[in-house]
């Protein structure tokens, strides 16, 4: 069995509430290998006895966790980083398995999540405030940032570990408590590292998790929402669900950091160099088969050198090997379940409805299984299309023609979303013109890889706000208070 892991326990198939314990009502759900569409473990299908449990837990941990040096939330978060690097190989294939990712990308993500920690371990020491000159004499006046208290994590499946780190690494350096809701589709991933968190010293109470599948989750996640106690919302996943819970927070006004959707543009210009276009695209697209929320999903060239560009790519990316993370060759997984490729599949019959060509791809691929897709690149795509519209969230390419910077622009920045975008130019007065007036997050100029821990991670307009990673990070679980002594 090429995805079994060395370390059995690292499957507790139980929440964490304190201690290791079933859902209250008993129910438990299947985990389903994307790979074969098959069940291959269960964990509880929790429900919001079992969330209110979990809140009371985090509520009851935060004076003591709160009260901890951070020099020792430190040492403790280096722990678990040291911890789950030591775990690399069984974390590895365990978001393979669960997640249908080949093998190296599962390796690799792991050690995308532990650089969040280990980031985080180091931020913990600096949440540094300020001492403010005062305006009048006698007065001191200080401003001191501390923890905002119990956090909710709320996390999607297309980076079951790293996710999670993102939002619980940087929560409990600022001293705040934790109850995580990892996605149905990959609970094991989280469940493992929760069970390293305990083993590096995060105490009972401080970190919580359990787990729900996709019908109970608004069951478990709503107790949250409505407790005053949770000071803080931490989503990553689709914008109607982001918009839902910033609405049902809005009573008890928490804060909230929404990570949510995208429609990234990737512009070739007609100076760029067209090869390390390809290879950007190739990386930024095809990274987790394309389900990644910062995936170019329109891709704009220049009409003088739209030819060239389409047949070298669609060279590329005929070329993908498609199969399961068991095969060591493996460069496109299955997607996540039939969902996703019923979605995948709706939007290239859309764009071939309406006009579109297949340069290469466009099918599923039945003799694999039932989740996958062929990757694909779709020639002659506009704006009216499903596939430039809405995130495809798969291996799929459209590519569409463009005149002018102008004009490309505009249509670049045509969407509610503003998560992610990349162009390629060689001329320094276009490249610094484009990335200003380009509204996104995060803007990758001749790169196709952006993430990095030490970068502020996160979108604008309608893919969310707040920042993942960087020194902005450890902020958004901050809250500031202002200290003004006088009589002096
Ligand atoms: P996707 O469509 O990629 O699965 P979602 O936004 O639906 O993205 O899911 C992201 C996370 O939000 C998952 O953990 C999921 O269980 C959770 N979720 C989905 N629907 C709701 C809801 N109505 N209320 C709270 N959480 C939800």
Same mark, same amino acid.
């Given at each position: 069995m090429p995805l079994s892991i060395h370390r059995d326990d690292l499957l507790p198939g139980r929440n964490f509430i304190g201690r290791w314990c079933e859902a209250q009502q008993g129910r438990r759900f299947d985990v389903i290998d994307p790979a074969t569409d098959t069940v291959f473990a269960s964990v509880p299908d929790s429900g919001a006895d079992d969330a209110r449990a979990a809140l009371d837990a985090a509520h009851a941990a935060f004076p003591a966790w709160r009260a901890v040096p951070a020099k020792q939330r430190a040492q403790i978060l280096k722990r678990w980083n040291d911890l789950i690097m030591a775990h690399r190989e069984d974390l590895g294939r365990l978001?393979?398995?669960?997640?249908?990712k080949p093998l190296a990308e599962g390796r690799g993500e792991v050690v995308y999540a532990a650089s969040y920690v280990e980031w985080f371990a180091e931020e913990a020491t600096r949440a540094n405030g300020?001492?403010?000159?005062?305006?009048?004499?006698?007065?001191?006046?200080f401003a001191l940032k501390e923890p905002v208290g119990v956090v909710a994590a709320i996390t999607p499946w297309n980076f079951p570990a790293a996710m999670i780190a993102r939002k619980i690494a940087p929560a409990l350096a600022a001293g705040c408590t934790v109850v995580c809701k990892p996605a149905e589709d990959t609970p094991l991933t989280s469940l493992a590292l929760v069970k390293l968190a305990g083993e590096a010293g995060v105490p009972p109470g401080v970190l919580n998790i359990v787990t729900a599948s996709r019908e109970r989750a608004a069951e478990v996640v709503d107790v949250w929402l409505d407790d005053a106690r949770v000071r803080k919302i931490s989503f990553t996943g689709s914008t109607p669900v982001g918009k839902q819970l910033a609405r049902r927070s809005a009573d008890t006004l928490k804060k909230l950091s929404l990570e949510l959707g995208g429609n990234a543009p990737f512009i070739v210009f007609d100076d760029a160099d067209l090869d390390a276009a390809v290879d950007g695209l190739m990386v930024a697209k095809f990274r987790?088969?394309?389900q990644t929320c910062v995936s170019p999903n329109r891709?704009?060239?220049?009409?003088?050198?739209?030819?060239?560009?389409?047949?070298?790519?669609?060279?590329?990316v005929g070329a993908l090997k498609v199969g399961p993370a068991t095969e060591p060759e493996s460069q496109i997984g299955p997607m996540i379940n039939a969902r996703a490729v019923d979605k995948i599949e709706r939007h290239v019959i859309d764009a071939l409805e309406r006009g579109a060509r297949i340069a290469v791809g466009g099918t599923r691929l039945v003799s694999l299984g039932t989740n996958y897709?062929?990757?694909?690149?779709?020639?002659?795509?506009?704006?009216?299309?499903a596939c430039t519209c809405e995130e495809t969230f798969g291996p799929v390419v459209p590519v569409t023609r463009f005149d002018t910077e102008a004009e490309v622009v505009a249509a670049a920045n045509a969407t509610p979303f503003g998560l992610a975008a990349y162009f390629y130019s060689r001329d320094v007065k276009r490249i610094w013109r484009v990335a200003d007036a380009l509204e996104a997050g995060l803007v990758g100029i001749?790169? =196709?890889?952006?993430?990095?821990?030490?970068?502020?991670? =996160?979108?604008?307009k309608e893919s969310g706000y707040g920042r993942e990673g960087s020194v902005h990070g450890l902020d958004e679980y901050m809250q500031m208070k202002y200290l003004c002594q006088g009589q002096l």
């Open positions: 978001i393979s398995r669960e997640q249908g300020d001492v403010i000159p005062a305006p009048v004499t006698g007065r001191r006046m987790n088969g394309g891709v704009f060239v220049h009409t003088s050198v739209h030819d060239v560009f389409v047949d070298k790519l669609a060279a590329r897709y062929a990757p694909t690149v779709l020639a002659g795509t506009d704006a009216t299309m001749n790169e =196709g890889a952006l993430a990095a821990e030490a970068a502020p991670f =996160g979108g604008v």
